[in-house]
């Protein structure tokens, strides 16, 4: 049975991909920052698979100890799901908090890192690490420039690492827009359901966590499957 570590897995698109993980009979370990919230979703994924169901904030190292621990001798599949937005609405960036900014570089940026030099001497040859990204990584949104270059920061360390370890595949992968808490933060008291559900991006994640790909980054929707 292949293991994966899902930070930020009690809903949304990390809750989305445990799902389908689950049905394909991968063990999984799973965090988030909400003890009922995860324990909720654990509860329902046991019905599945094993589940191990640990919380906490992925910037605390005991944290990430705890987690790798759980998962055990061997680590098939990181993905780095758990991110925080900042300020909501969102300050220009002359106005931006330092304090604030240096725990989104801390949870964004720092702890995939930190998690990845943990799993990666318990990931055999052919492992894969997924850090979640976003078009505000690339894309000058005004507004966005504590969440947005704390992405950027993401996909350039997701790239160094997958040249510095060529037996793995590491991606940076951009759901797109969806319809979740994170995104409903970052666009307070606007409607947006009519953005997907994360659901919609599991499929392209699947594909890549299945099928391959050159490490890289990717658009979750344009990922398509390869014909049997």
Known sequence: MRTALITGASRGLGLALARALATGGWRLVI????????????????????VAAY???????????????????????????ASVLGPSPQPALADYPIATLVQVYAVNVLAPLALAQRVLPRMPDGGTIIN??????????????G????????EQLSAILAAEN???SVYTVDPGDMRTRLHQEAFPGEDISDRPPPEDSVPGLLTLI???????????????????
């Open 210 to 228: 299945e099928q391959g790909r050159p490490s890289g980054r990717y658009s979750a929707r344009d990922v398509e499957p390869v014909a049997a």
């Open 55 to 81: 919380p906490g904030d992925v910037a605390d190292g005991w944290h990430l100890d705890g987690l790798v621990d759980a998962a055990g001798e061997r680590i098939d599949l990181l993905v780095n799901n």
């Open 132 to 145: 979640v990204t976003s078009d505000a990584a690339v894309e000058p949104y005004e507004g966005w420039g």
């Open 166 to 168: 060529p037996r793995l």
């Open 31 to 50: 965090d988030a920052r909400s003890r009922e919230d995860l324990y909720r979703a654990a509860e329902e994924l046991r019905e599945v698979t094993e």
């Open 147 to 154: 969440y947005g270059s704390s992405k950027a920061a993401l």
